[in-house]
């Protein structure tokens, strides 16, 4: 039988395989050649060698947006987990009404980022039009929304994970720390905590690549106004590709330069919150 | 038979593949279809789009030829056209916005030279030529704006104690502009308004008005004192008058200096048509979107922008085109032959121009538009009578500004000083440093 799957497993692998290449593998090699190239559409590509990466370091906009969206990210990334976990701790308390409570605190996920970045900024702008400004006042008004807006839509996603993470720690393991006399904060940080380290990994790739790669909401909400100050990574690149004439090359040069990083930023990340995985 | 096995199941893998794709294919229409040539026209202007394709539809009928109008939305022209023309079923006919647009798609331009559409015209100022003198682009609507205004409100002002004028045409220069709208502003109550400007909205459906359209003015001074039509590198001698107007502006009108980040197109066109303001910086265009409501249409008009130029008392209001038509050069032979006939059956034939006239609202450029079809549009109105007055219309230089980026430069710029984040040397080093650098990086190979 195992035999008989080794030999046929060319033949299974092969639609999907094919599906991959031409769906991913394709695009992909094309865009790392494309950001070589000067370019109108992507069939009639001149060769340029690396000019395009040039001037991806010359351009002032795409070295404040890496900024802009480190100082997002590494906020996001904290926020988010700490509200997730905190909201998935109280929930598997047991309290009335738990189910309810962990459906409304799901349901933001479900509202896709475009509807959501256009309600938030008439929330925002009807809330700052007390004080006569706008949310593209200034880019702190933008970096404030774009926080609030993303752990509104991305903490009841988190909790669901940090939830199944809790409600796995064996009964047994608890009652052993309670009867060895550990407080109640003693039974959270030295066994919870340890317990859920791979929902953590789980929860801290999800909103890292998230909060990296955030297109639709950074649109909807501030579209990088005002003076491009609240432009994240992918905007910016959406920007040069489609915004400027001549420049679809840079574009496809940043875009690789942000594959890079992204790729580089996760699995640094992934490695080292394994590390602090335990085996119960 | 372990080979009949093998090929057997290989067959079925590759059946199965197939089926997946299936659904990637598209439907390859008759034979009969492609011997005529279809016609794929890529609209700019999604406010009509619906009158394109009842337009294209009635031609489909009565020629049997396949017209198809696909439009953008709004503010995403240049990228849909980027991703269609990359397909085999390119767009055959599509449009740029002038001489800046046209560099980037000039290898996609068929020579219009033969056709009807250049032998029509009314003038060569309306063509767009590549560098052997072939015509690539053909502009197919002649656009005017300037600052339209309510004449019964203004009346009313006019009708109040102290009024500065006795009458609108009195308004010839920056000097009485300003003083009248800050009169105005100031016995708002009074007149019943919010404000003597609709607010200047740096929205994005909205700021195009100020980095686009108002900065032409001192980009045409410039250009007339130095004899020149373009430019790698502007002085901004205007940029003081540039900077008179934009304070106008944003004092004296409907909302707070602070707000306008937020405001949009549809606020300052429902002001004016809410009779909420007295003046309105936009176009002929903007008519579809103010009638029918308050305002009715005798008492539309439009007034040049004055910035305090010398002579700006012979200035007429900014007539220019930034529509040209271009036709698919790579297109198959009978789809490109199919556009121009569709073309040409849209400027000579009387239902043609019937639809571009009636429907669509296009003062058009070319010669067989005679008297019965010109357009029903109070705007277009006040903007002949200023021709026929002598006054001298202000061209669109905005199609020379180097670059979109350049204009959003202004924009975020004009913004930061209105809303008091930024001052002046902001919106000068965008305009003059920012001019530089754009025409150099887009021209550079």
Redesign the interface.
């Known amino acids: 039988m195992n035999r008989t799957i080794k030999k ?1 497993s060319p ?2 692998v ?2 999907t395989l ?2 991959f290449i031409i769906g991913f593998i394709v695009p992909f090699i094309l865009g790392i050649y494309l950001s070589f190239c ?1 370019f ?5 590509a001149k060769f340029t060698g690396i000019s395009n990466y040039q001037k991806v370091f010359s351009d002032d906009s795409f070295i404040h947006a890496l900024w802009f969206t480190a100082l997002f990210t590494v906020a996001a990334v904290v926020t988010i987990n700490v509200i997730a976990f905190t909201i998935a701790y109280l929930l598997t308390k047991g309290f009335k009404g738990t189910n309810l409570f962990r459906t409304v605190f799901f349901m933001p996920n479900l509202i896709g980022g475009i509807v959501l970045g256009y309600i938030w ?1 008439l929330i925002f ?1 009807g809330i700052l ?1 007390y004080f ?7 880019a702190t008004y933008g970096f404030f929304g774009l926080l609030i807006l993303m752990n509104w839509q991305q903490v009841g996603y988190m909790m669901i994970i940090y939830i199944a993470g809790i409600q796995n720690i064996s009964p047994s393991v608890m009652e052993a720390a309670k009867i060895d006399g550990a407080s109640r904060s003693q039974i959270l940080r030295k066994v919870i905590i340890p317990m859920v380290m791979p929902s953590v990994t789980i929860s801290v790739f999800l909103t890292l690549t998230n909060s990296f790669k955030l297109f639709d909401q950074n649109l909807a909400l501030t ?1 990088g ?4 100050m609240t432009e994240m990574l992918a905007l910016n690149i959406f920007n040069t590709f ?7 090359g840079v574009g496809q040069a940043k875009a690789v330069i942000f594959f890079v990083l992204v790729a580089v930023i996760a699995l640094l990340q992934l490695y080292y919150t394994r590390k602090r995985e335990v085996q119960a | 038979m372990k080979n009949i096995k093998r090929i057997l ?2 067959v079925l ?2 059946c ?2 197939l089926v ?2 299936a659904g990637c294919g598209e439907n390859t229409s008759g034979d009969k279809e492609t011997a005529k040539g279809k016609v794929y026209f890529l609209n700019f202007k999604p406010e009509q789009s619906q009158q394109w394709e009842d337009i294209a539809s009635r031609y489909s009928e009565s020629t049997g030829v396949d017209v198809t109008v696909v439009t953008a939305a709004s503010d ?1 022209y ?2 849909t056209l ?2 269609e ?2 397909k085999t079923e390119a767009p055959t006919l599509f449009q740029v916005n002038g001489p ?2 046209l ?3 000039k ?1 996609y331009c068929y020579d219009l030279s033969n056709t009807s559409l250049y032998k029509n015209l009314a003038s060569d100022d309306f063509v767009l030529k590549g560098d052997n003198g072939e015509a690539l682009a053909i502009a197919y609507v002649i656009e005017t704006y300037g600052l339209i205004y309510n004449k019964s409100l203004l009346n009313d002002y006019i009708n109040t104690e102290g009024a500065l004028i006795t009458s609108a045409n009195e308004i010839n220069n920056f000097e009485t502009l300003k003083a009248v709208a800050e009169d105005i502003q100031s016995k708002k109550d009074t007149l019943g308004i919010k404000g003597a400007f609709t607010s200047a909205g740096m929205d ?1 459906s909205s700021d195009w008005r100020f980095k686009t359209h108002l900065a032409n003015l001192p980009v045409y001074y410039e250009y007339k004192d130095e004899n020149i039509t373009s430019t790698d590198k502007i002085k901004g001698t205007y940029l003081e008058n540039y900077k008179n107007i934009w304070d106008l502006y944003i004092n004296n009108s409907t909302t ?1 200096p ?2 306008l ?2 405001k949009t197109g549809s606020d300052a066109s429902s002001e004016f048509a809410l009779k909420e303001a007295v003046f309105y910086q936009n176009g002929t265009w903007a008519y579809d979107d103010i009638k029918g409501y308050e305002v009715s249409d005798d008492d539309l008009g439009m007034l040049p922008i004055y910035i305090g130029a010398d002579g700006e008392e012979k200035q007429g209001l900014c007539t220019g085109s930034e529509n040209y038509w271009c036709v698919n050069k790579n297109a198959k032979q009978a789809d490109i032959d199919a556009t121009l006939a569709f073309l040409d059956w849209l400027i000579t034939s009387d239902e043609g121009k019937k639809a571009l006239s009636e429907e669509l609202k296009f003062v058009t450029p070319f010669t067989t538009f005679t008297e019965e079809f010109t357009v029903d549009n109070p705007l277009v109105k006040a903007a002949n009578d200023y021709i026929k007055q002598d006054k001298i219309p202000v061209a669109w230089t905005f199609t020379t500004m180097p ?3 350049w204009k ?2 202004v924009g ?2 004009l ?2 000083y209105a ?1 008091g ?1 930024g001052d002046w040397s902001g919106v000068q080093t965008a305009f003059v440093d920012g001019w530089e650098r754009e025409y150099k ?2 021209n550079s ?1």
């Open positions: 046929y033949i299974f092969l639609p094919l599906a000067k109108t559409t992507v069939t009639d900024q702008n039009l006569a400004k706008t949310l593209t006042f200034s579209a106004e005002p003076s491009k489609y915004g400027r004439t001549g420049f679809e | 199941s290989l893998a590759l199965l593949v997946l794709f995403t240049e990228s980027k991703s023309i990359a800046v647009g560099a980037s798609w290898d994005s707070e602070s707000l980040s937020s670059s979109e980026e959003n430069g975020s710029a913004l930061e809303q984040t990086a887009v190979k």
